[in-house]
């Protein structure tokens, strides 16, 4: 069975930082996309954050040069180091898998966790 499983979600305030990981089992995502998503009440879910599995990274415009994304293809892990944190950082996070094939920008993926909740405050 495949699972994907976030930590590391929480309370800060803005200006923090917080680190989100993710651990895959199931099967070996070492080809595939890894990414986060996150979704705010009201709000559509929107892409914060992919890489391949050769490390080629994707980020949000409102993300940029604030989060890192990083992957460990042996360990099939994956982690979001979030820094300078806003109040619209304020979402459920979720860590997703995908197919290669598809863009990098890609709304799409195959797998999602139940998601890690992130809460920034002014």
């Known amino acids: 069975q495949v699972q994907l499983v976030e930590s590391g979600g929480g309370l800060v305030q803005a200006g923090g930082s917080l680190r989100l990981s993710c651990v895959a089992s199931g099967r070996t995502f070492s080809s595939y996309f890894m990414g986060w998503f996150r979704q705010a009440p009201g709000k559509e879910r929107e892409l914060v954050a992919r890489i391949s599995s050769g490390g080629t990274t994707y980020y949000a415009d409102a993300v940029k040069g604030r989060f890192t994304i990083s992957r460990d293809n042996a360990e099939n892990t994956l982690a979001l180091q979030m820094n300078s944190l806003k109040p619209e950082d304020t979402a459920v996070y979720y860590c997703?898998?995908?197919?290669?094939?598809?863009?990098?920008?890609?709304?799409?993926?195959?797998?999602r966790g139940k998601g890690t909740q992130v809460t920034v405050s002014s």
């Open positions: 997703t898998a995908g197919s290669p094939l598809k863009s990098m920008r890609s709304n799409n993926y195959d797998y």
